[in-house]
């Protein structure tokens, strides 16, 4: 674009014109970028607008590493809470069978029953198990030892019967169990 033509357009003399356009050339540099410039200057304001955005997405991040570090650490109390139970209950059990209490199926039924959150292993043993209030409750399901060491379940007697039938077949074992 030619100012100097524009100014002589809109009436102004050629002598002011130039005068004008020579004033306007010398000082437009001093204000102005050229497009070269001012789009390197646009894309290093982009670039580090980018920068800034990264820098705050990361500035959270640490809240996820948090997050990660609690749930990794929630995960090995579980881990411990657990394991600690089953040395519990392999305690549990290695006392029973102490008390004569050997049959895996009875070992396991038994062994459920106990609040694991009361019993607290030491070095001298299992603290809150108390073999004789499970003799109490479970003593018919003791293994006794018989003649010749073969080992077999004692179970409880069946006291409800008035009279004694004595079973020679399986037919009176049948009528025995219909009355």
């Not at 997050?67 to 089953?86: D, F, G, V």
């Not at 199926?105 to 062994?111: A, D, G, M, Y």
């Not at 004789?132 to 293994?143: A, C, L, P, Y």
Request: charged share 30%.
């Amino acid at each position: 674009m030619d100012i100097k033509q524009i100014l002589q357009n809109n009436g102004i003399d050629e002598g002011l014109a130039t005068q004008v356009a020579q004033a306007i050339n010398s000082e437009l540099p001093k204000h102005f970028v050229k497009k070269e410039q001012y789009n390197k200057k646009v894309n290093i304001i982009d670039s580090l607008q980018e920068q800034l955005n990264d820098y705050e997405a990361k500035k959270e991040e640490p809240n996820k590493f948090e997050e990660l570090y609690n749930s990794a650490k929630q995960e090995i109390e579980q881990y411990k809470t657990k394991e600690l139970n089953s040395n519990k209950l392999a305690k549990i059990k290695e006392e029973l069978k102490k008390a004569n209490y050997t049959d895996e199926k009875i070992l396991n039924s038994i062994s459920k029953t106990f609040d694991l959150n009361s019993i607290e292993l030491t070095d001298e043993g299992i603290k809150g198990l108390d073999i004789s209030e499970v003799d109490n409750i479970f003593g018919s399901f003791k293994t006794t030892i018989t003649e010749g060491s073969h080992k077999s379940a004692n179970p409880p007697q069946n006291t409800h019967t008035d009279a004694k039938v004595e079973i020679n077949s399986l037919a009176d074992a049948i009528k025995a169990m219909q009355k």
